[in-house]
């Protein structure tokens, strides 16, 4: 039975809190096994669901995601690849499915802890006897005290998360702005990835980046200065143009930097002159490996990044050729 609306009166108010209401009660309903039981057996002709009784299946608990989204959802559930769901995969998925609202909600307020502090007062759980059992005789007035408590309480600290969010979304999309205005200044801009699918990832980290080489230098210097790629230019941070075989010869000698780029805000070290900081020795670094972090942290971590990404793809398609991964 539905309970009386709080808010205002007028038409408007009661009809969007009884819309709110429907939703919720819809949704209660999908967490009770039996009555998920009932809306998985409707039309089944078997004990099995499908995808096309799935999305109806949700649509009925008032559960809001899209046909990609459901589907995906579905052949997650779909444990043993039968191509449907049998009940308790089924009800698992009403458990566990969360729209992105519901999870960030989840990961900010703590509701069972504040609704068991509002229950634990109205029961003064300070004797031996079972505080279940105290709270299975509470007085329908001190259950609606603690209820009251605990919607006011959720209530302003829901209104504090929620303040949160808009100044960091705000902070967000300024930030975003700024990029848009300056595309070229920003190093940690982010891209689209390639995440690949289950057997790109089956294959493990050596399939994309290749084996390991105990001759680095040896390595380095074939991926920088003769593999494909190497010639290929880009730009860096501060405008200028670069490429891989360039950068190399920066990092083996700076005297090997374009003249015109040396008033670009750029600061060179020599790997050389780094061995003896304490970080380094601690580490135990190689000059090679010295020489990798001086990469990394340059122009080139625009291509490094590139290629593990294996995205933006038509730079990436730069990058690769016969004895490139």
């Not at 209104?159 to 902070?171: G, N, P």
Request: glycine residues 4%; contains cysteine.
């Amino acid at each position: 039975q539905s309970p009386k609306c709080k808010m205002s009166n007028t038409n408007k108010d009661q009809v969007e809190w009884y819309a709110v209401w429907e939703r919720a009660e819809k949704f209660l309903r999908s967490q009770q096994r039996e009555e998920a039981r009932k809306v998985f057996r409707l039309g089944l002709s078997q004990d099995i669901m499908d995808l096309q009784s799935y999305s109806k299946a949700i649509k009925e608990f008032g559960i809001d995601i899209d046909e990609s989204s459901a589907c995906q959802w579905f052949q997650k559930m779909d444990l043993y690849n039968r191509g449907g769901l049998d009940f308790n995969e089924f009800f698992n998925s009403l458990k566990l499915n969360q729209t992105p609202v519901a999870q960030w909600v989840a990961s900010i307020v703590p509701f069972a802890q504040l609704l068991g502090v509002c229950l634990n007062s109205i029961i003064k759980t300070n004797d031996d006897v079972d505080p279940l059992r105290k709270l299975s005789a509470a007085k329908p007035r001190d259950v609606d005290i603690a209820m009251d408590v605990f919607a006011t309480a959720l209530k302003n600290y829901f209104a504090s998360k929620l303040d949160e969010l808009r100044r960091t979304l705000e902070a967000q999309d300024k930030r975003a702005a700024e990029q848009a205005s300056a595309p070229g200044d920003n190093k940690f801009m982010l891209v689209n990835t390639a995440a690949g699918s289950a057997d790109d990832f089956l294959k493990g980290l050596t399939h994309r980046t290749g084996l390991p080489r105990d001759d680095i230098g040896k390595a380095m210097w074939e991926e920088h200065e003769i593999l494909p790629g190497h010639d290929a230019k880009f730009k860096m941070i501060n405008g200028c143009e670069t490429t891989p075989a360039i950068e190399f010869g920066v990092v083996l000698d700076p005297a090997n930097y374009p003249p015109e780029n040396l008033s670009k805000k750029r600061v060179l070290r020599r790997p050389e002159d780094l061995m003896d900081l304490p970080l380094v020795r601690d580490a135990k670094l190689t000059l090679d490996e010295v020489r990798a972090v001086v990469l990394y942290t340059g122009p080139m971590f625009a291509v490094y990044n590139t290629v593990l990404r294996r995205a933006p793809e038509e730079d990436y398609k730069r990058f690769t050729g016969d004895g490139v991964n």
